[in-house]
Nanobody, 115 residues
Framework: QVQLVESGGDSVQPGGSLRLSCAASGFTFVSYAMSWYRQARGKERELVARINSGGSTNYADSVKGRFAISRDNAKNTVYLQMNSLKPEDTAVYYC?????????WGQGTQVTVSS
C-alpha cells in the first residue's frame, strides 16, 4: 500500500522557519522524483519545489532562496526547509511522487504564516 505522510505543518510568524517532512512507503522511493505542491484557499495547486532521483532540484520563483528541498533515500523521506516565511506562503502543502505515468499524493499539511 502506497503512503505519503506529511508532517511539520504549523502556524508561525512572518520571518519564521518550518521544516516539512514526507515519509514514503509502498513504492521504490529512490527511483521517483519527489515534489512539494501547495494550495492556498481559493487558488489552484502550484508546484513549490521538485527533486529528481539524481538529486537535481528546481523551485518556484516565489520561493527561490528561501526554501530548500532535500531527500534521504535511506529513510524514504523528502523534506522542505522553509525560511523567511511570508503570509503568502500560507497554504496546505502536499507531497507528490512521480515516475513516468505513475504518481501519488499525500494528504497535505497546513502551514499558516500570520502575525
Amino acid at each position: 500500500q502506497v503512503q505519503l505522510v506529511e508532517s511539520g505543518g504549523d502556524s508561525v510568524q512572518p520571518g519564521g522557519s518550518l521544516r516539512l517532512s514526507c515519509a514514503a512507503s509502498g513504492f521504490t522511493f529512490v527511483s521517483y522524483a519527489m515534489s512539494w505542491y501547495r494550495q492556498a484557499r481559493g487558488k489552484e495547486r502550484e508546484l513549490v519545489a521538485r527533486i529528481n532521483s539524481g538529486g537535481s532540484t528546481n523551485y518556484a520563483d516565489s520561493v527561490k532562496g528561501r526554501f530548500a528541498i532535500s531527500r534521504d533515500n535511506a529513510k524514504n523521506t523528502v523534506y522542505l526547509q522553509m525560511n523567511s516565511l511570508k503570509p503568502e506562503d500560507t497554504a496546505v502543502y502536499y507531497c507528490f511522487a512521480s515516475l513516468w505515468g505513475t504518481s501519488y499524493w499525500g494528504q497535505g499539511t497546513q502551514v499558516t504564516v500570520s502575525s
